[in-house]
């Protein structure tokens, strides 16, 4: 049974550059979130995705942007890469939109230069 | 907006010692969930509580949620080398958007 995975793994962007990362959900959930995790940070929520519909939103600008496809796997695009914006980007995929467990993959580390 | 307070921040401890970590919500949850994440590694789940006043345990871990339903705590007993890493408190807003705490680090002393 497949856990959730991530793509890719680590990248380096420069500023203004844009960014695609990957996920495909653990067998069996439809619902997928993206955090991002500063180091030494907790995770801050930026958006879930259900029904290949965004149903909820954190506080981040419009620069970051998502889709989830008909086989529930998904994207986060970041648009206009600021060096703030570098992180660990975990997807988390959970089933239903009824907060439960949360199962995360490896994540993305983006390093912006 | 709703905010979840974890601390400490860090705590040291020398193996064999208890570690505690308390997490606040500035609003009532529906329910909280609690993570572990190991040095380098993702958030794993470790249990959620749903009940006021609920309280379970994992072995050596204690969870606790507030009568209230604005408090948690986690307490490990007998601290252990494989205990470390840095414990995350999720509460569950009305909205069912998850608020995270800022982690309690769990570093054992040598």
């Known amino acids: 049974d497949a856990g959730v995975t991530q793509s890719p793994t680590h990248l380096i962007k420069t500023r203004g550059q844009q960014v695609t990362l990957r996920c495909s959900p653990k067998?069996?959930?439809?619902?997928v979130s993206w955090y991002q995790q500063a180091l030494g940070q907790g995770p801050q929520f930026i958006f879930q995705y259900y029904e290949e519909e965004e149903r909820q939103r954190g506080n981040f600008p419009d620069r970051f942007s998502g889709h989830q496809f008909p086989n529930y796997s998904s994207e986060l695009n970041v648009n206009a890469l600021l060096l703030g914006d570098s992180a660990l980007y975990l997807c988390?995929?959970?089933?239903?939109?009824?907060?439960?467990?949360?199962?995360f993959g490896e994540g993305s580390r983006l390093t912006v230069l | 907006g709703q905010q979840v307070m974890q601390i400490p921040q860090y705590q040291h401890v020398q193996e064999g010692e208890d570690f505690t970590t308390y997490c606040n919500s500035s609003?009532?949850?529906?329910?909280i969930q609690w993570y572990k994440q190991r040095p380098g590694g993702h958030p794993v789940f470790l249990i959620q509580?749903?009940?006021s006043g609920e309280v379970k345990k994992q072995k050596r871990l204690t969870f606790q949620f507030g009568e209230a339903k604005k408090n948690s705590s986690l307490h490990i007993t007998a601290t252990q080398t494989t205990d470390v890493g840095t414990y995350f408190c999720a509460g569950c807003a009305s909205n069912y958007q998850l608020i995270w705490g800022a982690g309690t680090k769990l570093i054992i002393k040598p």
């Open positions: 988390a995929s959970s089933l239903g939109l009824i907060t439960g467990e949360l199962f």
């Open positions: 067998s069996g959930h439809d619902t």
């Open positions: 509580l749903v009940k």
């Open positions: 609003t009532t949850l529906s329910n």
